[in-house]
């Protein structure tokens, strides 16, 4: 067996379509343009392109964009007063604060700051509160966890009654997708470091997850014949072949498990891509409710 290919690439490029053409409706019917603001904090290269990327992708549906670079050595007080401005600007649907922040910051109280109906990332206590629980809705459900649920849904992937573990417990990823697969009646198993005989708890998925940050660390024989597999993981490894003298791969050993597995996202080109698209249709959402 080969597994499918999940292409992110290609399913955010819908996702995006499906956005711009919503974006169209809300300007014609209301005269308003969705508006996603950014807040990027020193100058570290990897959030750089991050946020160019986000606001390129603004551009690309037709929102407006925002951005708010920041001096590495800015105060906690200054931060909250810009986040604050945010929250008062009626043209800002959206307010994204790029991680990580200089640790001299408070992250909790930066984040928290932020307006629960422009918290797009979901990162508000209360957002995440209200996903953590049953039968309530949170305004905003964190992007790469929504992500992922949007790219087994467009599979066609059956999630209620299956068996889902997620590998890692991050409050970005690990854990709100978890609370995702709960609301959805998966049954769930949430891994990590200290879990014994990891491997044959992984094997027991139908649908794997994984995000602990370690490259290729999910081998072909951890894996159930047959499982889906979503791969979040970004890592740099070394490989002199390569122009840049090395290349992106995932938490998953992507050429063993794409022989197991009867689908599989790739790295790069799987759930990142969606990250993005979901974070679009989350400032398209917070414009429709603000209208």
């Known amino acids: 067996m080969t597994a499918k290919i999940i292409s992110g690439t290609e399913m955010a490029a819908t996702i995006r379509a499906e956005i711009k053409a919503e974006v169209e409706i809300l300007k014609a019917n209301t005269g308003r343009m969705p508006g996603l603001a950014t807040v990027l904090v020193g100058g570290r290269k990897d959030s750089q392109s991050y946020v160019r990327m986000k606001k390129k992708a603004c551009a690309e549906v037709g929102m407006a964009s925002f951005g708010h670079d920041l001096p590495e050595n800015i105060s906690q007080e200054e931060l909250l007063r810009i986040i604050q401005d945010l929250n008062e600007n009626p043209e800002v649907h959206g307010i994204l604060v790029?991680?990580?922040?200089?640790?001299?910051?408070?992250?909790?109280?930066?984040?928290?700051a932020v307006g629960l109906e422009k918290d797009i990332d979901g990162f508000h206590p209360i957002n995440i509160g209200r996903l953590s629980m049953k039968r309530r809705e949170p305004l905003f459900v964190p992007c790469t966890p929504k992500g992922c649920i949007e790219m087994l849904d467009?599979?066609?992937?059956?999630?209620?009654?299956?068996?889902?573990?997620?590998?890692?417990?991050?409050?970005?990823?690990?854990?709100?997708?978890?609370?995702?697969?709960?609301?959805?009646?998966?049954?769930?198993?949430?891994?990590?470091?200290?879990?014994?005989?990891?491997?044959?708890?992984?094997?027991?998925?139908?649908?794997?997850?994984?995000?602990?940050?370690?490259?290729?660390?999910?081998?072909?024989?951890?894996?159930?014949?047959?499982?889906?597999?979503?791969?979040?993981?970004?890592?740099?490894?070394?490989?002199?072949?390569?122009?840049?003298?090395?290349?992106?791969?995932?938490?998953?050993?992507?050429?063993?498990?794409?022989?197991?597995?009867?689908?599989?996202?790739?790295?790069?080109?799987?759930?990142?891509?969606?990250?993005?698209?979901?974070?679009?249709?989350?400032?398209?959402?917070?414009?429709?409710?603000?209208?």
């Open 98 to 112: 790029q991680l990580p922040i200089p640790a001299h910051l408070n992250e909790e109280e930066i984040l928290a």
């Open 154 to 291: 467009r599979t066609g992937v059956q999630i209620e009654g299956k068996r889902a573990v997620v590998l890692g417990r991050s409050n970005i990823v690990g854990l709100p997708v978890a609370m995702l697969l709960l609301h959805r009646n998966a049954t769930l198993t949430i891994c990590h470091s200290r879990t014994q005989n990891l491997p044959q708890v992984v094997r027991e998925a139908d649908i794997l997850i994984v995000a602990v940050g370690r490259a290729e660390m999910v081998r072909g024989d951890w894996v159930k014949p047959g499982a889906v597999v979503i791969d979040v993981g970004t890592n740099a490894v070394d490989d002199p072949t390569t122009e840049k003298g090395y290349r992106w791969v995932g938490d998953v050993a992507f050429n063993e498990v794409k022989e197991i597995a009867s689908a599989i996202t790739p790295v790069p080109g799987g759930v990142g891509p969606m990250t993005i698209a979901m974070l679009l249709r989350n400032t398209l959402d917070g414009a429709k409710r603000s209208s």
